[in-house]
C-alpha cells in the first residue's frame, strides 16, 4: 500500500521547531480554529499537494547536513494527528536512517476510551523521539473559546505521554486577554508538574504576522486589536511557569 499525505509546504532550516536545525513538513488539516493560529490556510485540506511518503522522506535526507546539529524532521500543521497513518510511516522510515523525529501537535485527535486511536498512537509513538506539545488553555471552557474544542483530550494526552515515558517540550502561546493570566498560569504549571517527561517549556508570545491570511482568505480575524505582550509580561509568565527562576 502506497502512504500518502496531504502537505501545506516544507521548510528547510527550522530552528523553532524543537532540537538543532530542522526539516519541517507542514501537513493539511486541522480540528481546531485557534483564535490566534497564523496558518489559517492549513485548516482544510483544500489545494494540499500529494506526496509519498518515501519521497517527503527522500526530500528530507538532502538536508542531513543539518542534522550534525543534533536537528532532525518535524511533523507540524496543521494538526499532523488527523494523518496519523501518513505521519507514522514517514517517521519509520527517518528512523531507519537515524533521523530524529519531532512531532508538534496539539494532541486533540487522542481519546483514551477508544482503541483504535489508542492504537493508532502508540505505533507512532514507536518512531517519535520527541513530542512538541501544545497546551492552548489549562480551563476547559477557555479552551473552548479559544480553540472551539475542548482540552480533555489535550490534557489526557499529556498524560499518556508521561505515562508512557516519551519526552516532550511543552508549548503555551501568552495571548492578552486569554491565557496572560496569573491563575490559569500557575494552574497550568501545577499541571506540567503531574507530567514525569518534560524535558522544556516554551511561552510563545501572540503575534499578528498571519492576519494577511486572513485578508487574503476572507475569514475574519476574531484577535483583531488584542496587543501582543509586553517583555515584562513574557518574563513574568516565565517565571510562574518555572521557565525562568526570577523576574528581575
Same mark, same amino acid.
Given at each position: 500500500?502506497?502512504?500518502?499525505?496531504?502537505?501545506?509546504?516544507?521548510?528547510?532550516g527550522?530552528?523553532?521547531?524543537?532540537? %538543532?536545525i530542522?526539516?519541517?513538513?507542514?501537513?493539511k488539516?486541522c480540528?481546531l480554529?485557534c483564535?490566534?493560529?497564523?496558518?489559517?490556510d492549513? /485548516? &482544510? $485540506?483544500?489545494?494540499?499537494?500529494?506526496?509519498?511518503?518515501?519521497?517527503?522522506?527522500?526530500?528530507a !535526507?538532502?538536508?542531513?547536513?543539518y542534522? #550534525? &546539529?543534533?536537528?532532525?524532521?518535524?511533523?507540524?500543521? %496543521?494538526?499532523p !494527528?488527523? $494523518?496519523?497513518?501518513?505521519?507514522?510511516e514517514?517517521? #519509520?522510515l +527517518?528512523?531507519? $536512517? *537515524?533521523?530524529?523525529?519531532?512531532?508538534?501537535?496539539?494532541?486533540?485527535?487522542f481519546d483514551? *476510551?477508544n482503541?483504535?486511536?489508542?492504537?493508532?498512537?502508540?505505533?507512532?509513538l514507536?518512531? &517519535?523521539?520527541?513530542? !512538541?506539545?501544545?497546551?492552548k488553555?489549562?480551563?476547559?471552557? #477557555?479552551?473552548?473559546? !479559544?480553540?472551539? #474544542?475542548p *482540552?480533555?483530550?489535550v490534557l489526557?494526552?499529556?498524560?499518556y505521554l508521561?505515562?508512557? *515515558?516519551?519526552?516532550? /517540550?511543552i508549548?503555551?502561546?501568552?495571548?492578552?486577554?486569554? &491565557?496572560?493570566?496569573?491563575?490559569y498560569?500557575?494552574?497550568?504549571?501545577?499541571?506540567?508538574d503531574t507530567?514525569?517527561?518534560?524535558?522544556k517549556i516554551?511561552?510563545?508570545p501572540?503575534h499578528t504576522?498571519?492576519?494577511? =491570511?486572513y $485578508?487574503? +482568505?476572507?475569514i475574519?480575524?476574531?484577535?483583531?486589536?488584542?496587543?501582543?505582550p509586553? =517583555?515584562?509580561e513574557?518574563?513574568?509568565a516565565?517565571? +510562574? +511557569?518555572?521557565?525562568?527562576?526570577?523576574?528581575?
Amino acid at each position: 500500500m502506497i502512504m500518502v499525505g496531504k502537505i501545506h509546504s516544507f521548510f528547510a532550516g527550522g530552528t523553532v521547531d524543537g532540537p %538543532g536545525i530542522r526539516y519541517v513538513i507542514f501537513l493539511k488539516g486541522c480540528p481546531l480554529r485557534c483564535l490566534y493560529c497564523h496558518n489559517p490556510d492549513t /485548516w &482544510t $485540506q483544500d489545494n494540499a499537494e500529494i506526496y509519498e511518503a518515501k519521497d517527503v522522506v527522500n526530500e528530507a !535526507l538532502r538536508y542531513k547536513g543539518y542534522f #550534525k &546539529t543534533g536537528g532532525g524532521v518535524t511533523i507540524s500543521g %496543521g494538526e499532523p !494527528l488527523v $494523518q496519523i497513518d501518513f505521519v507514522t510511516e514517514v517517521f #519509520k522510515l +527517518l528512523k531507519e $536512517q *537515524n533521523v530524529h523525529t519531532a512531532l508538534d501537535t496539539s494532541g486533540i485527535i487522542f481519546d483514551k *476510551n477508544n482503541p483504535e486511536v489508542v492504537a493508532k498512537i502508540d505505533e507512532l509513538l514507536k518512531y &517519535t523521539d520527541l513530542v !512538541l506539545l501544545d497546551i492552548k488553555h489549562i480551563d476547559n471552557q #477557555k479552551h473552548i473559546e !479559544l480553540t472551539s #474544542k475542548p *482540552n480533555v483530550n489535550v490534557l489526557a494526552f499529556a498524560k499518556y505521554l508521561s505515562d508512557n *515515558n516519551k519526552h516532550m /517540550w511543552i508549548r503555551h502561546v501568552l495571548v492578552p486577554g486569554y &491565557t496572560l493570566n496569573d491563575e490559569y498560569l500557575v494552574k497550568t504549571k501545577e499541571f506540567i508538574d503531574t507530567l514525569k517527561t518534560v524535558d522544556k517549556i516554551e511561552v510563545l508570545p501572540y503575534h499578528t504576522m498571519g492576519i494577511v =491570511k486572513y $485578508q487574503n +482568505l476572507g475569514i475574519p480575524y476574531r484577535l483583531d486589536g488584542v496587543r501582543t505582550p509586553t =517583555k515584562e509580561e513574557v518574563r513574568h509568565a516565565k517565571y +510562574l +511557569l518555572g521557565v525562568i527562576k526570577d523576574v528581575a
